[in-house]
């Protein structure tokens, strides 16, 4: 079974500053990758995805993340953060065979704190 | 723009009342889900569809079932609420072929009392 650890429940930074979210997957095949972020009184919105090639994706909102295999890990970075990215961030991993397995799985979420 | 409704931003039923969440898409999407989100755990599936009348269990099925009567509705119901089903409730449609990119309604807060 797939699942999705973010070890960061809160996380504080400076806006200006440069950020990085982790995220650590586990899955048994190649897995598809996301990340979501979450506005205060938001439904989700699907910032990046990796399904395979390039290991670096790009995102809205000026965020990256790099899928490294060899530490199941799909870090989510920005590299100057604004006020306005104050949010809650979910990773998600999905399987990849389409048909009636059409499950995300999510982490716990990472809150994220932007002080002036 | 994707828009996905949700009937009720704020709801408040007492124990044993049945209640309906109410979901709809504008974007024809086949795929449509229902979460649960509470602190510390995440948002948890509980159920998803991916057809009319088609439906299949998620992770957390237990006191829910859904209906999906029309490609643009997909409800959500607590046959007998209880206090522990106190949550958040999030509706989420996507295309069949994108099923992983899905958009997200701006949830319901259920209290039970």
């Known amino acids: 079974a797939q699942s999705v650890t973010q070890p960061d429940i809160h996380i504080t930074v400076s806006e200006g500053a440069s950020l990085e979210l982790r995220c650590n997957y586990s899955?048994?095949?190649?897995?598809?990758l996301f990340w979501y972020v979450q506005s205060p009184g938001q439904g989700l919105q699907l910032l990046l995805k990796y399904f395979s090639g390039d290991t670096l994706v790009q995102g809205i909102k000026g965020f990256e993340a790099e899928f490294k295999r060899s530490q199941s890990s799909f870090n989510l970075r920005k590299p100057s953060v604004h006020w306005s990215d104050a949010a809650e961030y979910f990773c998600a991993v999905g399987a990849g065979d389409g048909g009636s397995n059409y499950k995300l799985t999510f982490g716990k979420g990472t809150l994220l704190t932007v002080n002036p | 723009d994707v828009k996905v409704t949700q009937s009720s931003r704020y709801l408040v039923k007492r124990t044993g009342e049945k209640v309906f969440l109410e979901c709809v898409q504008d974007?024809?999407?086949?795929?449509m889900f229902w979460y649960r989100q509470d602190p510390g755990l995440g948002l948890r599936l509980i159920y998803f569809?991916?057809?009319?009348?088609?439906?299949e269990k998620g992770d957390i099925p237990e006191g829910y079932s859904v209906s999906r009567e029309k490609k643009e509705r997909f409800s959500l119901i607590l046959e007998s609420a209880s206090t522990n089903q106190t949550s958040m409730y999030l509706c989420?449609?996507?295309?069949?072929?994108?099923?992983?990119?899905?958009?997200f309604g701006p949830g319901t807060r259920l209290t039970v009392t």
């Open positions: 899955y048994g095949a190649t897995p598809y």
């Open positions: 989420a449609s996507s295309l069949f072929s994108t099923w992983y990119e899905q958009y």
């Open positions: 974007m024809d999407h086949e795929n």
């Open positions: 569809s991916y057809d009319v009348k088609m439906k």
